[in-house]
């Protein structure tokens, strides 16, 4: 079975500083990653996916994440943090179940910009 | 270009009503069709999905029941409501048959009392 670990469930960050917000998943094929953002009171939006090519993936807003196999993780990162970045990340791994895609989303982290 | 909707965006009501909650997709044919409820802290539970229409697969035991009664309309509907029900549902597709990205639709809040 699939599961995805996010650590820190809120994160704070200056403006202009770096962001880093952890995932760790496990599964039990090769995974397709996937991290989404959700601002308050919205749908979730794709900021970026991992589906097997380069294992540095960059996404929209200047964010990107890293695929690493040997420690299961893929870590979102953006060098510059802007006050439009606060809102809520998920982390979620997807894998073929049957005839269709069951995707597991991490719980979580809401990323706090301080000015 | 792939649009989702749903609606209502917001909803109040009581304990015990019927619930019908819409979700409809443009510009994409035979999507795969998701419902999910977020509570606050845990994340996104997948409640419903379909393949096709009147296909429908539970994820979990609960109030609610899902349709599909169009290849791009997916309903979520309940007979009598619970307190527990209350969340944010959000409504999603993906390309038929592959491995790739969820769209998400806005939302719809809802509130049980």
């Known amino acids: 079975a699939q599961s995805v670990t996010q650590l820190g469930s809120h994160v704070s960050v200056s403006e202009g500083a770096l962001v880093l917000l952890r995932c760790n998943y496990s599964s039990s094929v090769p995974p397709y990653l996937f991290w989404y953002v959700q601002y308050p009171n919205q749908g979730l939006q794709l900021l970026l996916k991992y589906t097997s090519a380069a294992t540095l993936v960059k996404g929209i807003n200047g964010f990107e994440a890293e695929f690493k196999k040997s420690e299961t993780s893929f870590h979102l990162t953006k060098p510059s943090a802007h006050m439009s970045d606060a809102a809520e990340y998920f982390c979620a791994v997807s894998e073929r179940s049957g005839g269709y895609q069951k995707v597991t989303f991490g719980i979580g982290t809401k990323l706090q910009v301080i000015p | 270009s792939q649009t989702i909707h749903q609606w209502p965006a917001t909803l109040v009501q009581p304990v015990g009503s019927p619930l019908s909650l819409e979700c409809t997709v443009e510009?994409?044919?035979?999507?795969?069709l998701y419902w999910y409820r977020q509570a606050a802290g845990r994340g996104l539970q997948l409640l419903f999905y379909?393949?096709?229409?009147?296909?429908i697969s539970s994820e979990v035991p609960q109030n609610l029941s899902a349709s599909r009664p169009q290849d791009r309309q997916f309903i979520l509907s309940s007979k009598k409501l619970l307190l527990s029900d209350s969340g944010f549902y959000l409504c999603?597709?993906?390309?038929?048959?592959?491995?790739?990205?969820?769209?998400f639709g806005p939302g719809t809040r809802l509130t049980v009392l």
């Open positions: 510009g994409t044919s035979n999507p795969n």
């Open positions: 379909s393949v096709g229409i009147g296909q």
């Open positions: 999603a597709w993906s390309v038929s048959g592959g491995i790739d990205t969820q769209y």
